[in-house]
């Protein structure tokens, strides 16, 4: 069974950092693409990043460009993303999810991805 468990979320303020991981069980990150969603109150959930190993491919939405970077550790088969630079804009619930398909594209659409996460609150105080 594939599971996703997301932590590292938490209270930050404006130009901080903070690192969430994303911990695989049930398959290998390295066979399937990880994306990196977020959600904040009111809006649509959106891409934020997305990496497959087995393709070569990394994505980042462009208002995170410079300022997040997406990484995996495959001997403990997790994903991470550092975000540096936060600012109140970055709120919001933070999921991975994954997918065997080729999915990691431009649009890190929400919709292609199969498997998911509970999420982790990020909040960002001005």
């Known amino acids: 069974e594939v599971q996703l468990v997301e932590s590292g979320g938490g209270l930050v303020q404006t130009g901080g950092s903070l690192r969430v991981s994303c911990a695989a069980s049930?398959?290998?990150?390295?066979?399937?693409?990880i994306g990196w969603f977020r959600q904040a109150p009111g809006k649509e959930r959106e891409g934020v990043a997305c990496?497959?190993?087995?393709?070569?491919?990394?994505y980042y939405k462009e208002s995170v460009k410079g300022r997040f970077a997406i990484s995996s550790d495959n001997a403990k088969n997790t994903v991470y993303l550092q975000m540096n630079n936060l600012k109140p804009e970055d709120t919001a619930v933070y999921y991975c999810?994954?997918?065997?398909?080729?999915?990691?594209?431009?649009?890190?659409?929400?919709?292609?991805?199969?498997?998911w996460g509970q999420g982790t609150q990020v909040f960002v105080s001005s």
């Open positions: 990496i497959s190993s087995s393709h070569g491919r990394l």
């Open positions: 999810a994954a997918d065997r398909g080729d999915v990691c594209t431009s649009w890190i659409a929400p919709i292609d991805f199969n498997s």
């Open positions: 049930g398959f290998t990150i390295d066979n399937y693409v």
